[in-house]
T-cell receptor
Framework: QQQVKQSPQSLIVQKGGISIINCAYENTAFDYFPWYQQFPGKGPALLIAIRPDVSEKKEGRFTISFNKSAKQFSLHIMDSQPGDSATYFCAASMGTGRRALTFGSGTRLQVQP | DTGVSQNPRHKITKRGQNVTFRCDPISEHNRLYWYRQTLGQGPEFLTYFQNEAQLEKSRLLSDRFSAERPKGSFSTLEIQRTEQGDSAMYLC??????????????FGNGTRLTVT
C-alpha cells in the first residue's frame, strides 16, 4: 500500500518536445507529491511538488497534473532541453508530522539535440 | 556551500568489516533522514531524526545498522559486519520542521558503498 509505481522506465525525447512521466499510488492517505531530478553522482533535487487539493501546478517548463480519483499524477516537461537529461523520481508522503517520502523507481530521460 | 554534506563520497570495504558514514545537514534544519539507493532504483527510506530523537526506522534497517544524531546536529550511520547486499548509495537529507510550508527534503550527494 506504500508503493508508488512510475513509468516509463526510460524515455527519449527530441529537443523541443514534451516529456511525460507518469506515477500511480495506492495509499489514499498520501497528501504530498513531489518530483525529484537526479543527475549522475548527485543526490536528488526537488523539482516541483503538488498537494491533492489542486489538479495542476506549473513552474516554468515543468507541470504536474494530478488526478485524485484515479490516484495518478504526472510530470510534463515542455520544450525539453538536453540539459534536462537526468533521472526523474516521483514520490509521495502523508501527514505533516512526518515527511518520509516513498519514491517511484525512476525514469531516465534523454533529450536528444 | 550550505547544502547537506556527506562523507566519505566513496567507501570500499571487505565483507564483514564495519563502516561509518557522516552527514552534516543544513544548519537550521531540525529533521534529518537516511535513505538507501541501489542502481536503477528510487531511494528507500531507512530512518529519520527530529533533532536528536530517532522517530522512525524502516524495516529495511536491520540490527546491523545503527544511526545516531548526537546533540541534534550531524548524524552518523554505521553498518556492522557488512554484506555484499549492503552495496548501495547512502543518501542523507534534511528539512525544516513541519509547519514551515511543505518542508522539502534537501539531499546530499551520498556515500557510495561497495562491499567486496
Amino acid at each position: 500500500q506504500q508503493q508508488v509505481k512510475q513509468s516509463p522506465q526510460s524515455l527519449i525525447v527530441q529537443k523541443g518536445g514534451i516529456s511525460i512521466i507518469n506515477c500511480a499510488y495506492e495509499n489514499t492517505a498520501f497528501d504530498y507529491f513531489p518530483w525529484y531530478q537526479q543527475f549522475p553522482g548527485k543526490g536528488p533535487a526537488l523539482l516541483i511538488a503538488i498537494r491533492p487539493d489542486v489538479s495542476e501546478k506549473k513552474e516554468g517548463r515543468f507541470t504536474i497534473s494530478f488526478n485524485k480519483s484515479a490516484k495518478q499524477f504526472s510530470l510534463h516537461i515542455m520544450d525539453s532541453q538536453p540539459g534536462d537529461s537526468a533521472t526523474y523520481f516521483c514520490a509521495a508522503s502523508m501527514g505533516t508530522g512526518r515527511r518520509a517520502l516513498t519514491f517511484g523507481s525512476g525514469t531516465r530521460l534523454q533529450v536528444q539535440p | 556551500d550550505t547544502g547537506v554534506s556527506q562523507n566519505p563520497r566513496h567507501k570500499i570495504t571487505k565483507r564483514g568489516q564495519n563502516v561509518t558514514f557522516r552527514c552534516d545537514p543544513i544548519s537550521e534544519h531540525n529533521r534529518l533522514y537516511w535513505y538507501r539507493q541501489t542502481l536503477g532504483q528510487g531511494p528507500e527510506f531507512l530512518t529519520y531524526f527530529q533533532n536528536e530523537a530517532q522517530l522512525e526506522k524502516s524495516r529495511l534497517l536491520s540490527d546491523r545498522f545503527s544511526a545516531e544524531r548526537p546533540k541534534g546536529s550531524f548524524s552518523t550511520l554505521e553498518i556492522q559486519r557488512t554484506e555484499q547486499g549492503d552495496s548501495a548509495m547512502y543518501l542523507c537529507a534534511s528539512s525544516p520542521s513541519p509547519g514551515t510550508g511543505d518542508s522539502p527534503l534537501h539531499f546530499g550527494n551520498g556515500t557510495r558503498l561497495t562491499v567486496t
